[in-house]
């Protein structure tokens, strides 16, 4: 599987695909400040969360690219044609994605950290909250990539699907740089939960498609 998921992981970061996420995660950390204005303390009340908002709406970019290039190019059929469980090859997928989107993500977020006059404090309790939630957002883009396979106009079906199911861990996400220790394990719990619930998800949205 390791091959699998260092394949995944060079093509998260080819064709610029983490600069993109990057790009667009500043882009619309950066859009707050001009809305709002030079209100310093506002942004920096304010700032956990439009880092989070900003997360979500760049993981929702590669949802298309997760799933369906190697469904159409049969390779996911190889892999099951080898006796490989379809939740593993889910498993994988999630941890490579894990991999090319949340670290530079994370980085990204110091840059929007300054943006936004967060003070160190806050910028840990979003970079703690990251860390524990990428994974759940993860899960959650393999299992809508796989849902939104091969169906026409995938990208904004991807987005109706994924969007709802992500309000979980964008509320308590925001929601731990305020409730500190007790809000971290709430996110925590959601992320675990998706973890273990996508690769089941996916793995049978992904059995259908091969039908």
Do not use: C
């Not at 310093?40 to 590669?62: N, Q, S, Y």
């Not at 910028?123 to 899960?139: D, H, N, S």
């Not at 393999?142 to 987005?159: I, K, M, P, Q, Y």
Request: aromatic letters at 4%.
């Amino acid at each position: 599987m390791i091959p699998l998921i260092l394949r995944d992981i060079r093509r998260g970061y080819a064709s610029g695909g983490a600069t993109l996420i990057v790009a667009f995660f500043l882009l619309v950390t950066t859009l707050f400040p001009f809305a709002i204005g030079p209100d310093t303390k506002l942004l920096a009340r304010i700032g956990g969360g439009v880092i989070w908002a900003a997360a979500l709406l760049a993981a929702l970019l590669p949802v298309e690219r997760l799933i369906a290039p190697d469904l159409d190019s049969g390779v996911l059929d190889q892999l099951a044609t080898r006796g490989i469980p379809l939740p593993a090859i889910a498993a994988t997928k999630i941890a490579a994605h894990w991999l090319a989107f949340a670290p530079p993500l994370m980085i990204a977020a110091v840059i929007a950290a300054g943006l936004l006059d967060l003070s160190a404090e806050t910028l840990l309790l979003v970079e703690a909250g990251l860390a524990i939630g990428t994974p759940g957002l993860a899960a959650l883009a393999v299992a809508t990539g796989a849902l939104v396979a091969g169906l026409r106009g995938a990208g904004a079906v991807a987005g109706l699907v994924m969007l709802p199911l992500a309000i979980p861990l964008l509320i308590f996400g925001a929601g731990a740089i305020e409730g500190g220790p007790g809000g971290l394990k709430l996110l925590a719990a959601v992320s675990l939960l998706l973890v273990a619930g996508a690769p089941f998800v996916a793995a049978a949205a992904m059995r259908a498609g091969m039908e």
